[in-house]
């Protein structure tokens, strides 16, 4: 047997942690109008805009017209983005699930539409999820409750550090059932409420803000922060439109930012970063480069910090980053599927450069349940090719590569969220 082909059998055996995902609970999913396009939607979307999908064509694709006339609109985009990491995840989902290698015909979409509509029902988390991925807890980043049978919580932080309008303020007013007149009322409010979800079993916070500014998220002052939110009282009523600029609420939004991670510090809960490639056309991508990091992760040595992504495309850059830091770790979630050779190459990175208990090797990231198998596959074939050409070249022992096996798929994300769950023997 081949080395590769070793590995792959040992991480098929292997239950795993999953470190980041979107999924609605299962009422919402078995709620909802699913047809073939399901398979291709989330990320696929992007493939499909690149490949020249149109806005109209957008709304027609995923909204309530015919199967037929989203075929026709779909057969040519499938054709040209077929071998993608996105699109392979989603073939894969749907060969398992539902039967089916390939999509070539009207005919295959009415029937794979058949398929996915009869398996939209309850029990379909617990077959995708725990039958065949062997997935013991999943990392959900939703801003709402989640299902503890499968999902422990995250929460992104950033609905409540980025203020730019009264209506912002307002919002959690109503949420908190507190007036919010002062900076100083709104932060121990919202210190509160985290401590509050913390208690409830919270596992982390997550910041998101690089898809909408860089990660350099300074030192200011509380004074600094105090002037920004009297400017949203005075000038940015409810009966108005003023809204306060990313460059003019900075200040505030760096300092609650930190707070929160001082919090984080606090109740010893774990803060993760989305650092490097960004979903979606508006993307920015140099405001979200690893080294924008350095100071903050420097400045709080006692919160554990994780790099999303492997900060890809500067996987170098992160696993850099993630040698020179303590208190930092790489989540490979997403990665696989941006582009599967790309995470083969960060896997070598981290086998020379990252002590394996601080690499998370697999977060499916994912909207729709069962691309999440697809992805799993992709991640287990990926970390099989890096660790067989590891021991092919006797640079590695089958003993080291089985323990970044367990590390990847397992172990790591255990103790990094401080599930307490058992370790794999």
């Given at each position: 047997?081949s ?14 942690l999953?470190t980041?995902?979107?999924l609605p609970n299962?009422?919402?999913r078995?709620?909802?109008e699913?047809?073939?396009t399901?398979l ?7 493939d499909?805009i ?21 075929w ?10 077929g ?6 995840a989603a073939?894969?989902a ?6 089916m ?15 996915v509509k009869?398996a ?8 995708v999820l ?17 299902d503890r049978?499968?999902f ?16 912002d303020?307002i919002a959690?007013?109503?949420a908190?059932?507190?007036s ?28 998101g803000?690089?898809?909408?500014r860089?990660?350099?998220?300074t ?11 009297n ?5 940015s ?13 900075k200040p505030?939004?760096?300092?609650l930012?930190?707070?929160?991670i001082?919090?984080?510090?606090d ?6 970063i989305?650092?490097?490639f960004?979903t ?9 480069r690893?080294h924008?990091?350095w100071?903050l992760?420097?400045r709080?040595?006692s919160?554990?910090f ?5 900060g ?9 980053m993630?040698r020179?830091?303590p208190n930092?770790?790489?989540d ?6 941006m582009c599967?050779?790309?995470a ?7 086998f020379?450069m990252v ?18 198998y ?6 287990r ?24 096996c ?19 023997e």
């Open positions: 047997m080395s590769y082909q070793s590995i792959l059998d040992e991480l098929a055996e292997l239950p795993v999953d980041h995902e979107h299962e009422e919402e078995v709620a909802q699913v047809d073939f399901t291709f939607s989330h990320y696929c979307r992007d499909l690149a490949a020249g999908m149109s806005e109209q064509h957008q709304d027609i694709i995923y909204g309530s017209a015919s199967v037929a006339e989203k026709q609109l779909m057969e040519p985009l499938l054709l040209a983005t071998t993608s990491g996105y699109m392979r073939y894969l749907m060969d398992r699930f539902y039967g290698k390939s999509l070539r015909s009207l005919q295959d979409a009415e029937l794979l539409t058949e398929r009869a939209n029902k309850p029990g379909l988390y617990n077959r725990r039958d065949v991925c062997h997935i013991r807890r999943s990392m959900n980043y939703v801003g709402g409750p989640v049978e499968f422990e919580h995250v929460l992104n932080i950033g609905a409540y550090t980025t203020i730019g309008h009264m209506q303020i959690c007013e109503k908190w059932d507190r919010l007149p002062t900076l100083q009322s709104y932060e121990q409010a919202l210190l509160d409420h985290l401590q509050t979800l913390a208690e409830g079993g919270l596992k982390g916070f997550k910041i803000q690089a898809y909408m860089p990660l350099d998220f030192a200011t002052t509380q004074h600094e922060a105090e002037q920004v939110f400017r949203i009282f005075n000038e009523k409810p009966s108005n439109n003023r809204s306060l600029g990313y460059q003019e609420s505030l939004e760096d300092y930012t930190r707070r929160v001082e919090l984080a510090g109740l010893q809960l774990p803060v993760v989305h650092v490097g960004q979606f056309r508006n993307m920015k991508l140099d405001d979200a690893p924008r990091l100071d992760i420097r709080y040595r919160v554990r994780s790099m999303l992504h492997g890809l495309p500067w996987v170098e850059e992160g696993a850099v993630a020179q830091l930092l770790s790489i490979m979630g997403w990665m696989h599927i599967p050779e790309m083969i190459n960060a896997l070598k990175y981290y020379d002590p394996m208990h601080k690499v998370m090797g697999f977060g499916g990231d994912y909207q729709v349940v069962e691309k999440v697809g992805h799993l596959q992709i991640a074939q990926n970390i099989a090719i890096a660790l067989a050409e590891r021991m092919d070249r006797q640079q590695m022992s089958l003993e080291q590569a089985r323990r970044w367990r590390a990847l798929m397992h172990d790591s994300a255990n103790s990094f969220f401080q599930l307490q769950l058992s370790p794999i």
